[in-house]
């Protein structure tokens, strides 16, 4: 039998991932949670000091945020995380409910709770061809190899290769066993997005938002219970920003590119030529923008994965010098706090815009001028104005995207429906 928090509710264990994606999902599943559950939330060290962490401390019903070393700090990361797992089975949680079911620290919890903890996974942004995604990942991997090491890009694939073996069998066999006393088989490494789709399968269910995300994944996973559910963000996200003290809307453009596209276009054209093309995609982009909606301020926020890429540094560099009233914020900066200012989002694949659609009332734009796999995959998402060529947005229909889907379950009555209480 599981056991009931302090309050005498049942208890919650929500692990949340890294800051940048408990700021876009985690906070308000943990907000949503609370209407049911006493929840204990697991982060990374990176959530110390963050004001928005702090908060969320404070909320009735939350009765720890423990954090968890950072992933390559791999002795560290695996003892505590053994021992976390080990400390909060001991409470009998109701239900796990986590960001992943692929990183070490994931597998130790899933290991340890009781038999009767309800498992499950939730989707921290759109589900894109995983396999494809990550492709950009180990090019830009293996990129910075080669530009660390200063070695031609076919011995930078060989070392990332036998880096990438060395670190799975580090962390999912040798540090298991001597932690847990077991081993690991992810249906994933992380470290590539190479699959296993025939490894265990950890978790009962995996909460999505999108039929196109669910096709998507299906297809890597073709046996998963995926479940279709309205993003807490539809649920709660007034309530949290309030109380976060969010801001209000304010006319503004915000445009923040993902990450991975600009390397692939470097090995494709050279990097002067990829820049270039790039800089003119977006600035035009932004251009036909004020044409359209007014002379707004521009601000822009690169991914936090690009911030010690000095190709999309130079990027920026040569956007603000281009475009008058354009503003480079930090990459440490919230897009999420970004995107409730602005009245319009701009970008490319990334999930920000996924994020932005689901929250409303913003024009949101997903520009595809590369010709890079996966640049059309916001052409299957009604709310987001989807287009070609930055011309394309002179005669586009630029209307506020609409929130999520109110016919679609919350997380609350999905998990009363299924007995997650």
């Not at 994944?217 to 279709?228: I, M, R």
């Not at 480079?328 to 900066?333: E, F, G, M, Q, R």
Request: with cysteine; aromatic share 10%.
């Amino acid at each position: 039998m599981t056991s009931a928090g302090e309050s005498g509710r049942p208890l919650a264990v929500f692990v949340a991932g890294p800051l940048h994606l408990f700021r876009t999902s985690g906070l308000y599943y943990v907000r949503e949670l609370l209407r049911n559950y006493d929840v204990i939330v697991v982060g990374e060290t990176s959530y110390a000091g963050n004001p928005i962490v702090d908060s969320v401390r404070q909320w009735q019903g939350v009765r720890e945020i423990a954090m968890l070393p950072l992933y390559h700090n791999k002795w560290r990361y695996h003892r505590v995380a053994a021992r976390l797992a080990r400390r909060i089975a001991a409470m009998r949680p109701a239900l796990l409910l986590q960001h992943s079911d692929v990183f070490p620290h994931n597998l130790y919890f899933e290991r340890a709770v009781p038999a009767d903890c309800r498992r499950g996974t939730f989707a921290n942004g759109m589900t894109l061809d995983l396999e494809q995604d990550f492709r950009y990942i180990r090019a830009d991997k293996i990129a910075e190899i080669g530009r660390r090491v200063h070695i031609p890009p076919a011995l930078a694939r060989v070392l990332f290769f036998l880096r990438t073996k060395w670190n799975a069998f580090v962390r999912y066999t040798m540090f298991p066993i001597f932690f847990a006393r077991t081993t690991f088989e992810p249906r994933l490494d992380p470290a590539t997005g190479y699959l296993r789709k025939n490894a265990p399968k950890p978790s009962q269910f995996r909460l999505m938002y999108t039929e196109r995300e669910r096709e998507l994944h299906l297809k890597d996973f073709p046996t998963e219970n995926v479940v279709l559910v309205r993003h807490p963000l539809c649920t709660v996200g007034e309530e949290v920003h309030a109380q976060l003290n969010f801001g209000m809307i304010e006319p503004g453009i915000a445009l923040l590119p993902t990450w991975g596209f600009l390397t692939d276009l470097v090995s494709r054209y050279g990097r002067d030529e990829a820049l270039r093309v790039m800089r003119t995609g977006w600035r035009d982009t932004l251009l036909a923008l004020r044409h359209r909606l007014g002379n707004l301020p521009i601000r822009v926020k690169l991914h936090p994965a690009a911030a010690n890429d000095p190709h999309s540094r130079d990027l920026m560099s040569d956007l603000a010098r281009e475009i008058p009233g354009l503003t480079v914020l930090a990459p440490t900066a919230s897009a999420e706090q970004l995107v409730i200012r602005s009245t319009c989002v701009v970008g490319d694949i990334s999930s920000i815009l996924w994020w932005s659609s689901m929250l409303g009332d913003r024009i949101v734009v997903s520009l595809n001028a590369w010709n890079v796999t996966l640049g059309d995959e916001f052409s299957h998402y009604p709310a987001v104005v989807y287009v070609r060529t930055p011309a394309a947005i002179l005669d586009a229909q630029l209307n506020p995207a609409h929130a999520s889907s109110p016919d679609l379950p919350s997380v609350t009555d999905y998990l009363k429906a299924c007995g997650g209480r």
